[in-house]
């Protein structure tokens, strides 16, 4: 089941969970792919160890640019299947353009991960 999950889907989190070093390997010793996070700040030691690739936004940034951004990289990654990980920082935005976001994305709270 790992391996079909490595090769079909493709993980991306919007924000990081307060303990999120913790939270990162607790993803990898699933052996689950090293996720893209998007989040206002990189996180150097887990960048240098390999748990996630990290692009810098902010919260406050607009709708269209956020939302435009996620749907070229679920494009880029069209032949897997795209899970959108969402923190509550993020939770009004994924409200306000939830139906954008799922025809791209299975949508859901990193909590719930």
Request: include cysteine.
């Amino acid at each position: 089941m790992y391996q079909t999950e490595r090769f079909y889907f493709e993980y991306i989190m919007l924000g990081l969970p307060k303990k999120h070093f913790s939270y990162l390997i607790r993803f990898k010793l699933k052996k689950k792919p090293t996720p893209t996070v998007y989040t206002s700040k990189s996180h150097f030691v887990s960048k240098f160890l390999g748990l996630a690739r990290f692009c810098c936004i902010t919260s406050e940034c607009p709708d269209g640019v956020l939302t435009e951004t996620l749907k070229r990289h679920a494009l880029a990654f069209e032949a897997k299947k795209c899970v959108l990980l969402y923190t509550g920082q993020f939770e009004k935005f994924i409200g306000r353009n939830r139906d954008v976001l799922e025809n791209f994305y299975l949508i859901k709270k990193a909590e719930d991960n």
